[in-house]
């Protein structure tokens, strides 16, 4: 199984960036991918993922500023990313919710204030 974000890119602080996510992974549903992040020196940490068809979940760090979306017919997610901040810099993952699979190159994201 190959995931591949892409996307990331060095941008300013308040500026937007939309990651996007495909897999080979076949078999599962579209609703178990989620995207998380690894700042420098710190643990990768789970940041949004789907819970149901109709609504997400975000670390609180994240919420009202970060959208996850999915296109079925593609098989692709994505991370629309606003207002970012300093500490949004990190290396961005998709995987699924328990990341089951093996970690992807992932896109890096820096924000420079």
């Known amino acids: 199984v190959q995931l591949q974000a892409s996307g990331g890119g060095l941008v300013q602080a308040g500026e937007s960036l939309r990651l996007s996510c495909t897999t080979s992974?076949?078999?599962?549903?579209?609703n178990l991918w989620a995207w998380h992040r690894q700042a420098p020196g710190k643990q990768r940490e789970l940041i949004?993922?789907?819970?149901?068809?109709?609504?997400?979940s975000y670390i609180d760090s994240v919420k009202g500023r970060f959208t996850i979306s999915k296109d079925i017919n593609k098989k692709m997610v994505y991370l629309q990313m606003n207002d970012l901040k300093p500490e949004d810099t990190a290396v961005y993952y998709c995987?699924?919710?328990?990341?089951?699979?093996?970690w992807g190159q992932g896109t890096l994201v820096t924000v420079s204030s």
């Open positions: 992974a076949t078999g599962f549903s579209i």
């Open positions: 995987n699924t919710v328990r990341a089951i699979f093996p």
């Open positions: 949004a993922h789907f819970t149901d068809r109709a609504s997400a």
